[in-house]
């Protein structure tokens, strides 16, 4: 089994819809895609920032796919305050696994404007994934300093895990030490040749690593976008990374990582 901490289902789907509208002649379209988006060898974590998308995302995994959870956060690059009470009956529904994305991005001028509102949102969020105990998946761009200014609200959440995580084996090692349950993500950084995703893919201990998608997003150059499929280049690469050849066991430490990470 593989596992993908991360990815956007419904995102996925309307890319893949834009694309059979574009080419129309070339067969290109969901139906065909279906086995490259819910598969069954592959568990994963469905991501959502608005209530619309995430009742549509529900509706399209139960409907297709059987391994799956959803989590549902407000993201950083769109900090508003509309969706807590979603989140909040998300929450006590039992219809999430895990608050997020959320987190800070300082990526650029637009976003740090934002970043007042990044830190409401994120105090609001990071007091449920407390008082919920539910793990949460967090998102940052060029803002580490401020994720490490909150680390005593990290370290009682049940399980933190960095997606799209672009720091250093020395910083992802301080959560650690500081008593921070956390889970770094590997993706396409590793595809391609990112130096710091390298090194954590490399040397991290094990039990710590997690692989993902981000699908649609996060993609190679010659790509559009990318496919929930993907996953299984991302592990394979991993694996070779670590020098590891008894791939299918070392899939199924990743998975078992995953379910860790998400208590199931
Ligand atoms: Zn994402």
């Not at 059979?20 to 895609?33: I, M, R």
Request: aromatic fraction near 12%.
């Amino acid at each position: 089994m593989f596992s993908d901490a991360h990815l956007h289902i419904l995102d996925t789907v309307k890319k893949l819809e834009i694309e059979k509208t574009e080419q129309e002649d070339s067969g290109y379209f969901v139906e065909p895609c279906v086995d490259k988006i819910f598969m069954s060898d592959v568990s994963f974590c469905a991501s959502a920032a608005r209530h619309e998308v995430f009742e549509e995302q529900e509706e399209l995994c139960q409907k297709f796919a059987k391994n799956f959870i959803l989590s549902f956060g407000i993201h950083p690059q769109k900090p508003v305050e509309d969706e807590l009470a979603y989140l909040e009956k998300l929450i006590q529904e039992k219809r999430i696994k895990a608050i997020g994305e959320c987190g800070f991005d300082l990526f650029n001028d637009e976003f740090k404007a934002l970043e007042a509102e990044q830190k409401k949102i994120w105090n609001e969020q990071a007091e449920f994934a407390v008082k919920y105990s539910l793990p949460m998946v967090i998102h940052c761009r060029k803002a580490l300093p401020l994720l490490f200014n909150e680390i005593e609200k990290l370290k009682r959440m049940p399980a933190v895990i960095f997606h799209g995580w672009a720091g250093s084996l020395v910083e992802a090692n301080s959560f650690l030490k500081k008593g921070v349950n956390a889970y770094f993500c590997i993706g396409k950084g590793l595809l391609r040749g990112q130096k710091a995703q390298i090194q954590v893919a490399e040397k991290m201990e094990l039990s710590r690593l997690l692989t993902e998608t981000d699908a649609p997003y996060m993609c190679l150059k010659e790509q559009k976008f990318s496919l929930p499929v993907d996953i299984k280049l991302i592990n394979s690469e991993l694996a070779k990374t670590r020098h590891i050849h008894t791939t299918d066991e070392f899939y199924s430490k990743i998975y078992e990582n995953f379910k860790r990470a998400y208590f199931l």
